[in-house]
């Protein structure tokens, strides 16, 4: 019997991994992506106003007309900028060297700023000297800012290793739940469409296809084949009287009655309302007969769960080489048919 236990919670399951699977690898690209535009951000700027300093220093030192406190304006502008950036972002994946590089080279600005301005209004050969060596300062301290941003960035860079183990684990999570829904769909599909949904016994869409195959068998081989059919008797009594769940009662234990009783290579099945089939492979007339009776005895005895008892009539055939499938059923339900009329409760063999 078909048995898929918990399915729509293994699907459930599976998919909630998948969907959360989904979540972490969307946050953890978003926030990787918007760090690496960060880091680039940091390594633009940092070289904007390294090369703005280098710059002012030597329009200072070579007295330019294009000297203006505009251009200190801007640096002191990036400054600003950029230390409110580097604060708000510190603890998004910056390292802590690359903050405190941006406010040292700020302070060192303005050490530069001070001597320009001195430089401006009193040119000396010591001040001079002084912005030169504080204007090397400030490149050097730019370098290890943007050495700093170039070693965060490799190592997310390098990070996205993790992105490809959650990438991969989310292919396997889809791909489980997919054949999850395969097989479970497939299987399930497969054993609806050929077994009973009251007594799990295989169906008259199962039986017209096993008759077919056993049919063939028998001409191929020559081999003997025969057929039950049986059915309650007064069920619709029972139906009336006890209603029609005592009559589904009496439907399973008499599927589970005549199952036991068969032989293994024998194949029951419920063809009706409460009709049953016994396709009998390798069996004659008087063995099947006798198989009938063995039923019909163990139907009759039984002491049923429900308390109901119930007797049944079975009409039994041996296939012979030429007649159709159709043929073949007709014959046993016209055994059958003889059966009821000749008083209920017995076995009758077509003639």
């Excluded at 941006?102 to 912005?131: A, D, G, N, Y």
């Excluded at 077994?195 to 199962?206: K, V």
């Excluded at 029609?244 to 024998?266: C, F, I, K, M, Y």
Aim: net charge negative.
């Amino acid at each position: 019997m078909f048995e898929y236990k918990r399915p729509s919670t293994y699907l459930i399951g599976l998919s909630i991994v998948l969907l959360c699977l989904g979540f972490v690898m969307a946050y953890y690209i978003h926030t990787t992506v918007a760090n690496l535009k960060y880091d680039a951000k940091i390594i633009n700027e940092t070289g904007t106003i390294r090369g703005s300093i280098q710059r002012i220093t030597k329009l200072v030192l070579s007295n330019s007309p294009e000297v203006s406190d505009v251009v200190l304006n801007d640096i002191n502008g990036l400054f600003d900028h950029f230390i409110s950036e580097g604060g708000g972002n510190r603890h998004s994946g910056v390292r802590e060297a690359v903050y405190s590089g941006i406010v040292e080279l700020r302070e060192r600005w303005h050490s530069l700023e001070t001597l320009l301005m001195e430089f401006r209004e009193t040119p000396s050969r010591r001040l001079e000297l002084e912005i030169v060596a504080e204007s090397e300062v400030c490149w050097s301290v730019a370098d290890s800012v943007v050495f700093a941003a170039q070693s965060a960035t490799e190592w997310k860079v390098g990070n996205f290793n993790h992105f490809y183990r959650i990438l991969i684990l989310n292919a396997l999570t889809a791909i489980l739940v997919i054949l999850h829904v395969v097989l479970y769909v497939r299987k399930r599909l497969e054993f609806e469409s050929s077994h009973d949904s009251i007594t799990n016994l295989l169906n008259r869409r199962a039986y017209d296809s096993m008759v077919l195959s056993e049919i063939a068998r028998s001409t191929r081989y020559s081999s003997k084949l025969s057929l039950i059919l049986f059915d309650v008797d007064k069920f619709k009594h029972i139906n009336d009287t006890r209603g029609h769940g005592a009559g589904d009662r009496v439907l399973v234990e008499l599927a589970q009655e005549a199952s036991n009783t068969v032989r293994e290579t024998d194949m029951v099945f419920r063809v009706g309302g409460d009709e049953f089939a016994v396709i009998c492979p390798g069996t004659d007339t008087a063995g099947v007969f006798l198989l009938a009776e063995k039923i019909r005895k163990i139907i009759q005895q039984r002491s049923t769960a429900s308390g109901i008892a119930c007797t049944v009539s079975l009409g039994v055939t041996e296939y012979q080489s030429g007649i159709s499938p159709k043929e073949f059923y007709h014959q046993a339900d016209q055994a059958l048919y003889s059966a009821k009329n000749s008083g209920s409760n017995r076995v009758e063999v077509w003639s």
